[in-house]
């Protein structure tokens, strides 16, 4: 699974009324996706997000086809874009991307069903909370174990990486909830507090953290909750076209 698959399965969370799955913050989560994209690629000494451009160091290909493709296009724009237009031009698609990949991997179960406007909805029925709680955990103790540098370490640099992440889209409360996760939250909080020093940090974390600060500039777009259940709790806001229909 790639930053972003994980990302995502931490944006799932069991509905606490009803049956199915809801999707955390998809509007920021959006965002951060993206941004884990870039993170990853710089973990692997590919891109360096600089302060005005992202810098393509080396356009070779990386194992994962989709993060090659992202490098492709980084390396093929001239001049290459800023961290906030790259964000910016974050394609509607990319969360229903991300959901198709999950559920290719059997990581979600998702269901479709076709509205009364004609256009297919997607249900988040399932997902692997197993993996989720595993994943949970090893972010808590990247941030436990947190000494100032994350280099030479690519394990700690990703999972410090993907703790911004999860703050940069709003999922604080829920990767770490109520009153058991209040130590978490609160070592998290720091951490992201801590942007200035970033550069120590290595180059995923230091992507991460300018992913947040422009993520901010860019602003707010109109949170719409994504449930799963019910015809309600469809994800019928994202108009990108995937295999399995529209998102």
Sequence with gaps: MTMGDELLLLAITPRRLRAGMRIRSPQRLRLALRAAELAELALAGRV??????????????????????VLRVLAGT???????????????????????????????RVRRWRGRDGRTRNDVLAAD????????ARLAAAVRALDGSADGDPGLAYDLALAVLVRSARLTA????????????????ALTASGGDCAVLG????????????????????????????????LGGYDGQTPGGTW
């Design 129 to 136: 909370l197993p993996r989720r709680r595993e994943r949970v």
């Design 203 to 234: 180059g995923a974390v230091a992507a991460a953290y300018a992913a947040e600060a422009a993520a901010a500039r860019i602003g707010e777009y109109p949170d719409r909750g994504v449930h799963g259940g019910g015809s309600d709790a469809s």
């Design 174 to 189: 829920a990767v770490h909830p109520g009153p058991r996760g209040w130590a978490a939250r609160r070592r998290l909080a």
């Design 48 to 69: 360096e997000v600089g302060e005005r451009r992202i810098a393509v160091r080396d356009s070779t290909p990386v194992d994962v086809p989709r993060l090659s493709g």
């Design 78 to 108: 001239e001049p290459p874009p800023t961290l906030e237009e790259w964000l910016r031009a974050a394609p509607r698609s990319l969360l229903a991307e991300y959901v198709s990949r999950l559920q290719d991997r059997k990581v979600i």
